[in-house]
């Protein structure tokens, strides 16, 4: 199983490499949706698991947009020479998913390779604050703590950092299934334990209050041998 699982996220993760070397100021966003898309297949998804959406798309004060998949259409936005764009991609093998998402910088016309190297004072602590979120959560989950612990222990650090949780559903994460209706959330009043699900997603998706922007990072982990690990 654990082979299955890593080589749909690697398709995902390759996806995000790749839609960064193609993305251009004056690119639609329906472009580089259809681009992440045909990317994915390629590479040997046979199908996307969240509402047949591949990629979702959002750019500039959009990033603090949180839909339901359901209700999501690629808006007709251009990208500009100096933007931020969140991407969050589900490919799906067969009923196997993956699930990754990123939040690239472009500045003078070029995507900003290192988090660290961006100009922009917000939007580089944005990306900068995803990646503690991460750190944080891998440094204090256990197999025995349950979905509701972490999200009552994650919101209190993303509240104690200065930032806010722009998920509609409140929620952090949640667990990998074989159907959308089976997937349990970090979220309170879910008393079922880390370790009793294979796989999990942690997806923060967080701002600055009255900031136009937002900041996404989405990975799955997985508890190896009662050790935190990301697929």
Known sequence: ?????????????????????????????KEVRRLCEEEMTLLGADSFWYWDVGAFVFAGDETTVSVSGKEYTTSDRVIGSDD???????????????DYARTVVIENG??????????????????????????????????????????????????DEGYINLDFMGNLGHSIARSK????YIEKGNNTK??????????PHISVCGSKYGYKREDIYFFDNDTIKRL
């Open 1 to 29: 199983m654990f082979s299955e699982y890593h080589d749909v996220q690697k398709i995902a993760k390759d996806t995000i490499e790749y839609i960064k070397t193609e993305i251009r100021p004056g690119m639609p966003l």
């Open 84 to 98: 931020i764009i969140t991407i969050d991609l589900s490919p799906q093998i067969g009923d196997t998913w993956g």
């Open 110 to 159: 070029c995507v900003v390779k290192s988090s660290n190297e961006i100009n922009r004072d917000d939007w580089r602590y944005g990306l900068i604050m995803e990646k503690k979120l991460h750190d944080r959560m891998m440094d204090i989950v256990n197999p025995d703590m349950t979905f509701e612990e972490l999200y009552y222990l994650m919101n209190e650090y993303i509240k």
């Open 181 to 184: 209706d089976d997937r349990i």
């Open 194 to 203: 880390l370790g009793n699900v294979s796989y999990f997603t942690f997806e």
